[in-house]
């Protein structure tokens, strides 16, 4: 495997919120968060992303925006929103050039924007300030043409549910499998992932979680969940999931994690304390 490319991420906001124990787990060693209004004194030429951790709206101006992109215009900004911005995507007033998303939506598109820069493609989140979200979904491609023909466990409660999913990893030539539908004690042969559905978190769900953890201990395991809380994202990967999805999933999602999970443990390497900054 090729070395991976270092990154150099500046952190601002509320690094200590319960929802972004995501972002905390993706670097080596927990970086400092900046103060929002310190930003423009760290930002310089070797920054290679800005992450605002926004547990509330309206503590970030435009103006303050504009001046980051005047300072360096070639860094991409990127704000995570906690569970209490739940209506910021629909705000009439967003941020220009700051692409949004969700903590629960953070592994998927952090992991892909390492990938991007991994394989020499434009990231979604260096595209330009002026790029629409339509011009980033563009670029949402699972370029893994080696992982063809997977076979993936689909374990989910109805058949319509197993159908969509279906659909949608055969046109990543992926093997499509329902658990519920097999009988006898499960599965006899070893998949290569295993995609669970799950609408709501409960004691049933983690039960289920744990029971494909014990009868597929070396298998990655993505859950899909409708718009999960950190809590319940704790529970699960206590239950051995290694990736959440939240619904609705975005395009190419889906089909991109399986075929890319996991994420090669050498990314942790390019990732440092971000503590030059102090």
């Known amino acids: 495997m090729r070395q991976p490319i270092p990154v150099n991420v500046l952190v601002s906001g509320k690094l200590d919120h319960p929802d972004f124990r995501i972002v905390r787990s993706t670097f080596a060693e927990q970086p400092p968060a900046i103060p929002i209004d310190e930003v423009a004194q760290h930002l310089d030429g070797t920054i290679d992303l800005l992450v605002l951790l926004l547990d509330r709206s309206g503590i970030l101006s435009p103006s303050l925006v504009h001046r980051w992109m005047d300072q360096e215009p070639l860094i991409p900004i990127v704000a995570v929103l906690s569970s209490l911005c739940e209506g910021e995507l629909r705000s009439p007033a967003p941020w220009p050039g700051v692409t949004r998303l969700y903590w629960h939506k953070w592994q998927y598109a952090f992991n892909k924007f390492l990938w991007q820069r991994e394989h020499g493609l434009l990231a979604d989140w260096n595209q330009p300030k002026t790029a629409l979200p339509s011009d980033r979904l563009s670029t949402t491609t699972a370029i893994h043409s080696g992982s063809a023909g997977i076979d993936v466990l689909v374990s989910c409660s109805r058949k319509m549910a ?117």
């Open 162 to 278: 197993f159908e969509a999913y279906a659909d949608e990893l055969r046109l990543a030539q992926c093997n499509a499998v329902w658990l519920e539908s097999l009988r006898g004690p499960g599965y006899d042969q070893q998949p290569s992932r295993i995609l669970i559905d799950g609408d709501g978190f409960d004691a049933a769900l983690f039960q289920r979680l744990k029971k494909i953890e014990r009868d597929y201990p070396d298998v990655p395991r993505v859950l899909v969940l409708g718009f999960p809380r950190s809590e319940e994202c704790e529970a699960a990967r206590r239950a051995g999931i290694d990736i959440i999805l939240s619904k609705p999933l975005a395009d190419g999602e889906l089909t991109w994690t399986i075929l890319s999970s996991r994420l090669p443990e050498s990314f942790k390497s390019c990732l440092p304390a971000i503590d030059n900054h102090r």
